[in-house]
């Protein structure tokens, strides 16, 4: 299991932007198939982006197509989301995960959800 800390969340206003960050410790990480989820109040979780090993190929649900972008850094460990031109319906806590697959449905993760970071949009 590799540990995952996600951060960089916070409010932003309708149409602004931001990056957040989820740094993994431990083995393995530029071998691991990465994802965003996130959890809006009172719904389930839900998928939002994913990322090869290779970082070569990615995929993203369609509410968020052309606004989010995910990436990551294998010598540093970390995969971002970056959030432009975000939306009220963006609020969410949200968490990445190692995914057996990057490619979606995306059915189960790999360990544990780690604690997540909160976006709040402000219309």
């Known amino acids: 299991q590799v540990p995952l800390v996600e951060s960089g969340g916070g409010l932003v206003q309708a149409g602004g932007s931001l990056r957040l960050s989820c740094a993994a410790s431990g083995r393995t990480f530029s071998t691991d198939p990465m994802a965003w989820f996130r959890q809006a109040p009172g719904k389930e979780r839900e998928f939002v982006a994913s990322?090869?090993?290779?970082?070569?190929?990615?995929y993203y649900t369609d509410s968020v197509k052309g606004r989010f972008t995910i990436s990551r850094d294998n010598a540093e460990k970390t995969v971002y989301l970056q959030m432009n031109s975000v939306k009220p319906d963006d609020t969410a806590v949200y968490y990445c995960a190692v995914v057996f697959s990057a490619e979606p449905p995306i059915r189960a993760i790999r360990g544990t959800w780690g604690q997540g970071t909160q976006v709040t949009v402000s219309s």
């Open positions: 990322i090869s090993w290779e970082g070569d190929r990615t």
